[in-house]
């Protein structure tokens, strides 16, 4: 006589939640991360443009013996602040501390949108940084 022997064939809810508990850890883990590595990445926007600006404003220097708030003397279309190339950051010029804007100029790099926790970016014309720069 024969006995029919019934296999099943799947998963047990057991496995199931174990899978989905694994992949909720690695989740965890690498979301930040990857926030952490396109906030990094996105910062490059900002100091591309802060040099570029800075660039301009040694040009100006080297004409005019003086550097400028009024980023329109530099050629950008705003007097006040200019947009990065991305939209990430915006971009001011001011006198550096305990100076005048004839000795020293302070540009600040003020991050936009998904940008903002990063903090701000400053380049002054002596070569000073702060913020998160490479």
């Not at 899978?19 to 100091?47: C, E, F, H, M, W």
């Not at 800075?54 to 950008?76: A, H, K, P, V």
Request: charge should be neutral; charged fraction near 15%; include cysteine.
């Amino acid at each position: 006589m024969m006995t029919a022997r019934l296999s099943a064939k799947g998963f047990t809810l057991l496995e199931v939640m174990v899978v989905a508990a694994i992949i909720a850890i690695l989740a965890a883990v690498a979301l930040p991360q990857y926030r952490n590595s396109v906030v990094k990445g996105t910062r490059s926007d900002g100091i591309q443009m802060l040099t570029s600006i800075m660039s301009s404003q040694e040009r100006y220097f080297s004409n005019e013996i003086s550097y400028t708030s009024d980023l329109t003397d530099l050629g950008y279309s705003s007097s006040s602040e200019v947009a990065s190339t991305e939209g990430n950051y915006k971009i001011t010029a001011t006198a550096c501390a305990g100076a005048t804007i004839a000795q020293c100029v302070l540009l600040t790099a003020t991050p936009q949108g998904g940008q903002a926790s990063d903090g701000k970016l400053t380049l002054n014309s002596r070569g000073a940084k702060t913020g998160n720069w490479p």
